[in-house]
């Protein structure tokens, strides 16, 4: 069975703190989203990465996939109280419909 | 973009009565997703559907059944709304293994 465990559950910190959040997984992914959820909303998609070493930012957000495909991490530089919410990664199940969905990190920033 | 709708944001239902979910995606995707969302349970799996007509059953399906007569329209039934079935869901699209893109979910309530 694939699994993507994500640490920590659970993040406060104060505006202008940096952050990691992590995703790991004993099995390799073809790719690997990073969503953001705000209460009462549906998941929106950040990012998605695809191939082993992958770096993409989205402007101070820095996404990275791991060059085995079995992990991400997902580090915010200076956060701000807008970053506040779930983060959610999700990989493609292979052999199968089914996408893996990590239990999420909720996020809390203080101004 | 992406659009995936859900035909409600919030439904209160007597428990007993037969509840009906509607989501459309504009996006020509194969794939559609049913998924339950509850505070330390993470989303969970209902139904999928790979093609018109085609369903199968994801990890909860008790209690719910779904349909997908058109490509564009996943439908997911509670035949007799219980109070454990009070739950967020969300509705998601996604093209082969792609990434998925979620509607903005519904707040259903069942007294």
């Known amino acids: 069975t694939q699994l993507l465990e994500q640490s920590p559950q659970f993040l406060s910190i104060q505006e202008g703190e940096n952050l990691t959040v992590y995703c790991n997984s004993s099995?390799?992914?073809?790719?690997l989203q990073w969503y953001r959820q705000e209460p009462g909303e549906g998941p929106v998609l950040l990012v998605t990465?695809?191939?082993?070493?992958e770096v993409k930012k989205l402007k101070r957000l820095t996404f990275q996939f791991g060059d085995a495909r079995k992990d991400s991490s997902l580090h915010i530089t200076a956060a701000q109280p807008g970053d506040t919410g779930l983060y959610l990664c999700?990989?493609?199940?292979?052999?199968?419909?089914?996408?893996?969905f990590g239990a999420g990190t909720r996020l809390f920033v203080k101004a | 973009d992406v659009k995936v709708t859900q035909s409600s944001r919030y439904l209160v239902k007597r428990t007993g009565e037969k509840v009906f979910l509607e989501c459309v995606q504009d996006?020509?995707?194969?794939?559609m997703f049913w998924y339950r969302q509850d505070p330390g349970l993470g989303l969970r799996l209902i139904y999928f559907?790979?093609?018109?007509?085609?369903?199968e059953k994801g990890d909860i399906p008790e209690g719910y059944s779904v349909s997908r007569e058109k490509k564009e329209r996943f439908s997911l039934i509670l035949e007799s709304a219980s109070t454990n079935q009070t739950s967020m869901y969300l509705c998601?699209?996604?093209?082969?293994?792609?990434?998925?893109?979620f509607g903005q979910g519904t707040r259903l309530t069942v007294v």
């Open positions: 099995s390799v992914f073809s790719s």
């Open positions: 996006m020509d995707h194969e794939n």
């Open positions: 990465v695809v191939t082993g070493g």
């Open positions: 998601a699209s996604r093209q082969g293994h792609r990434e998925a893109f």
């Open positions: 559907s790979y093609d018109v007509k085609m369903k």
């Open positions: 999700a990989g493609a199940g292979t052999g199968g419909f089914k996408t893996i």
